[in-house]
């Protein structure tokens, strides 16, 4: 065998068997993403259909493999099993393959593994019941400290106090609590100015909680780049969505009752009645933590997050 030849195996085999490793994972995020809003844990009882309760074979639990043999049905009483649990092990595999091929083995990779599993979990959890639960974020942030000892958020700085330097362990730290503050005040600066301006509430504490845990990850730059392109993803799908609801008559039965009421016309009762609707703003601050970590730097921005560059 050629030394090209086991070249071109390796370069294959190791994205595979990432690929592998991430579907696992993938498994039990979905685990976290099904237990914690309920307060359930996720170490026991085992896997189980939540109509029969009958316990999921082990063979009947293979990532991807055994939704597919199953047709997305319960083996017992035929309940539809949500293409969610699929999705979301094949979306983790994908992003193990894309870390492996943006970091390498290293200290790095795995930060981003773990950052990009949490952001899955919130990222899902919130587009299925709205909830961006306190157990992800804050176990997440104390993570990022942690890891912020090693691989600080924007790659480290000379600081320094009465002209001594301060230990790049302690500097990582503070970039990492700097990104937390930033991204969490200016959010829930904007949620305070949304409420003083539209007299109801525009996001949750949640929000705030989660761009803690992202600013402590990534530092101020990227809590910055994240907090823009998710409100301007949101905006923009949020637009669409209304649109949507308003032109195939979203609670068109609603506006009805209120025109014979008085209340207005129908197309405008309508159209309050889509713009009500409220799209989850942690899915989009999630979406957009990931593209700043592994889509942005493609596209030659490497100023705005040091510590992808180099720890690459």
Known sequence: MSPNTSCGTVVCVIPFFFFLFGIVIGSF??????RIPE??????PGSRCPRCEAPIKPYDNIPVLGWLLLRGKCRNCRLPISPMYPLVECLTGVLFVLTY?????????FKFLVFGCLVIILIVTDLRV????DAVNWFGFGLALA?????PPDGGRDIRVLAHPVHPMLVGVLEALLGAAFGSFVLWGAAALYKLVRKREGMGMGDVKMMAMVG????VRSAFLTILLGTLLGSVIGLATVAGLFLFGWNSDLAER???RGLGSTAALRWTIASQYQLPLGTFLGIAALAVVYALPRF????YLRSVVLTR
Do not use: E, K, Q
């Open 258 to 260: 209120a025109h014979r």
């Open 147 to 151: 890891f912020a000892t090693r691989i």
């Open 300 to 303: 030659g921005l490497p100023w």
């Open 130 to 133: 709205r909830l961006l639960p």
């Open 101 to 109: 091929h943006t970091f390498g083995i290293s200290l790095a990779a």
């Open 216 to 219: 402590a990850f990534l530092g």
């Open 39 to 44: 307060g359930l844990s996720i170490v026991s």
């Open 29 to 34: 995020l979905n685990v976290c993403i099904s």
